[in-house]
Every structure is written in structure tokens, then in C-alpha cells.
């Protein structure tokens, strides 16, 4: 680590010294580590522009494709799924994790769908574009979860009256869930004492929006991420490293300090 950012994760742990709420914003950036590649697609699933089947992604990954045609939808949806299977939280999830459990209130939105933040331990979780490891019946609405020991027949269907299921994600032409953008609302007026950006390239005004919320409130800002992004000239502070290796770093400097 050069020395500019070893002064700039300091300067970031001072700040956490006096913290009793800090908001964290991610991305695909933060699953980089855990072997899964920062897709585009569903909150980051799919890196092409267009698919073998001569349609552009967003139209394959629609909800309208969805309803018309799950069969193509399950096409890619499947590959996705081959893609995440057996792969797992990593350094950066736990850390936030044991965040949670350390200062008061700590949030995580979160733009994945893989679930790790929960598995790693996170239980104060918004997950705006939903999860991939969980199914709901489009005819019945009979909810199970992914068996991740076992393939998953594509496309998968009900044990309860044999209709195709669905992965409980936001699909391309979509709403975001109601209650997960209660839940934000409701935590963005209570304010936080640091919001973090990390392993997201902030393309949405929703996850733009905590970042800019709180640069205009004078409240701490810090952006993690390799690749400069859209809030990279607005964040107060900036480690341009990969989202493991910061938040071990950090997490552990805070830990030596008290």
C-alpha cells in the first residue's frame, strides 16, 4: 500500500473511532474477490451486449421476456447460476459483518444478488435488486429456496403444481421491491455517520443518491474501488483498491487503535 493511502485508510479509521452509524453501498466490485465477475446485468449478471440468440441482454433478462418466454430467460439465467455455484462470501462481507456487530447501527445496501452479505453474517441487509437464491412459483407463488448441493434443472419448476419458477431479482423493465425501498427511505432520514461506496460503479440515481445525501450534509463519504466511478470526485476520501483487501485493512487498523 503507497503511502497516500495508508494516510487516507488512517484518516478513514480516526472517522470510524467516532462512528455510531455508517451506511454501506455495493457493488459487484466486493463479490470480485470471491471469483465472480462484475456482470452487467441484474444488479451485475451478464457481460455481452448481445446474446448468441441475437437479442440485446436486457430484453433476455426482462421481466416481460420472463413472462413470455422463461425458457429462453432460464437460458442465460442458468449459466449465471453455474457461474456462482460453489463460490462464497469473502473478506470484504465478513468484515462488514463484524461491523454490524461492533458499532450500534450499521446498514448495507446492497445491488447483488448472490447473497453473501447475509450468509457472511449481515443481518441489517436492503437488497434492492433481490436474490438469486430464492424461487417463486409464477402461477402459484410458492416460494423455495436454490439447493446449492445439487444442479438446477433449467428451467426449474414447482414441486407444488409444476410452473416455472422464477429467481425473486429485479429484472430489466422491473420495479425495485416496495418494502426494500421503504426500508432505505426510513434509514436515509434517520442519517448516518458514514456512508461508504464500495466495488459499485454508482450508475443508479438509488445508489447514488446515500452518497450524495451525505456529501451535502457534511457527513463522511468513502468511495472503494479500483476504477474511478461517477461519485469518485464527490466521495470525501477514495482507496482505489480491490474491497478485500481495504476492509481488512481498515478493520484492522480500528481494531489496533482501541
Not at 462484475?38 to 451485475?44: A, N, Q, S, V
Not at 448481445?50 to 440485446?56: I, R
Not at 422463461?70 to 455455484?85: H, N, V
Request: proline share 5%; with cysteine.
Amino acid at each position: 500500500m503507497d503511502p497516500h493511502q495508508q494516510q487516507t485508510v488512517e484518516t478513514i479509521v480516526r472517522i470510524l473511532r467516532k462512528c455510531c452509524s455508517i451506511l454501506f453501498v455495493t457493488g459487484a466490485g466486493i463479490s470480485a474477490d470471491s471469483g465472480l465477475p462484475t456482470y452487467r446485468g441484474i444488479g451485475g449478471l451478464y457481460d455481452v451486449e448481445e446474446t448468441e440468440d441475437g437479442l440485446p441482454i436486457e430484453e433476455v433478462l426482462s421481466g416481460w421476456m420472463m413472462r413470455k418466454k422463461p425458457e429462453l430467460t432460464w437460458k442465460y439465467l442458468g449459466r449465471i447460476a453455474e457461474a456462482t455455484r460453489g463460490a462464497t462470501y469473502n473478506r470484504a462481507h465478513q468484515v462488514i459483518a463484524e461491523m454490524e456487530q461492533h458499532f450500534p447501527r450499521v446498514w448495507t445496501l446492497t445491488q447483488n444478488v448472490d447473497g453473501f452479505h447475509r450468509l457472511a453474517g449481515s443481518h441489517n441487509v436492503i437488497e434492492i435488486h433481490g436474490n438469486v437464491r430464492s424461487l417463486s412459483c409464477m402461477r402459484c407463488n410458492a416460494r423455495q429456496m436454490v439447493d446449492e448441493t445439487a444442479p438446477l434443472d433449467i428451467p426449474p419448476r414447482c414441486s407444488r403444481c409444476n410452473a416455472i419458477l422464477r429467481p425473486d431479482v429485479v429484472l430489466f423493465g422491473e420495479q425495485l421491491p416496495e418494502e426494500a425501498v421503504r426500508c432505505l427511505r426510513r434509514e436515509l432520514e434517520t442519517g448516518f455517520g458514514a456512508v461508504f461506496s464500495i466495488g459499485t460503479s454508482s450508475v443508479f440515481p438509488y445508489i447514488q443518491e446515500p452518497v450524495i445525501m451525505a456529501q451535502r450534509r457534511g457527513v463522511p463519504t468513502i468511495e472503494i474501488n479500483p476504477s474511478e466511478t461517477v461519485l469518485s470526485a464527490v466521495a470525501d476520501y477514495r482507496l482505489s483498491m480491490g474491497a478485500a483487501d481495504a476492509m481488512d485493512e481498515i478493520w484492522r487498523r480500528l481494531s489496533e487503535t482501541e
